[in-house]
């Protein structure tokens, strides 16, 4: 899997950066694999300096590890650490959506777009991209800008789990349906409600998540 080569004009800290989060959401990194601060710097055509920076930062996040002489490592999937994130994020996303507001109609147009995107999306990468542009969309309506950032940063970590689960997980016709259920509580206004269904949300999320990691099958 191929990423971007980084053009001069983007501020290159942030762009190496994304465009090594964006390989790890094509899945070119799987949990457990090694990453190569040399084979990053000769992909994307920059210095290693801006490559180590954006490694350390994920380290940072939680989604890589590092060993002394031994680069760096994807981290495997754990349940703990699951059990751990999913609440954690659940009550940020509900707390932005409690203090959103009513949303104006171009921002649930946009929603219900991402929506009908979703529910007839059968890849499981574009899945993954779509539901979370969805949510995204969710905490960016209450313009709470340390909100959406600490929500983005749990939200990389994640990934590794939501990416993995949903390439074995064909079925996706509950979480569409919780997503609906919000989306016309938090449209009407009544963002309490949605906020709670929110929650919920996630706690369904990482119920399956868990049954997935613990079921007899080998996992990444």
Not at 55 to 61: D, I, K, T, V, Y
Not at 68 to 78: E, I, M, N, Q, Y
């Amino acid at each position: 899997m191929s990423a971007t080569p980084i053009t001069r004009a983007e501020p290159l800290r942030d762009a190496v950066y994304a465009r090594i989060v964006e390989l790890f959401w094509s899945g070119a990194y799987p949990p457990g694999t090694a990453v190569t601060e040399a084979a990053l710097s000769r992909q994307l055509d920059v210095s290693r300096t801006p490559v180590r920076e954006a490694l350390l930062r994920l380290e940072a996040e939680g989604v890589l590890r590092s060993a002394l002489a031994k680069g760096f490592t994807v981290r495997p999937l754990d349940a703990r650490e699951a059990a751990e994130l999913y609440p954690i994020l659940g009550t940020l996303e509900s707390l932005a959506v409690r203090t959103a507001g009513t949303p104006p109609p171009s921002v649930v147009r946009a929603l219900e777009h991402i929506l009908a995107e979703l529910e007839d999306c059968t890849d499981p990468i574009r899945r993954w991209r779509l539901d979370s542009d969805w949510h995204a969309g969710l905490v960016a309506a209450a313009g709470n800008r340390q909100l959406q950032e600490m929500v983005s940063r749990v939200r990389t970590n994640l990934s590794r789990y939501e990416l993995t689960y949903m390439r074995e997980t064909v079925d996706r016709t509950e979480p569409d349906r919780q997503h609906l259920e919000i989306l016309v509580e938090f449209a009407s206004g009544d963002t309490d409600r949605a906020a709670d269904l929110l929650t919920a949300h996630w706690e369904a999320g990482m119920r399956a998540v868990l049954n997935w990691l613990n079921s007899p099958a080998d996992r990444p």
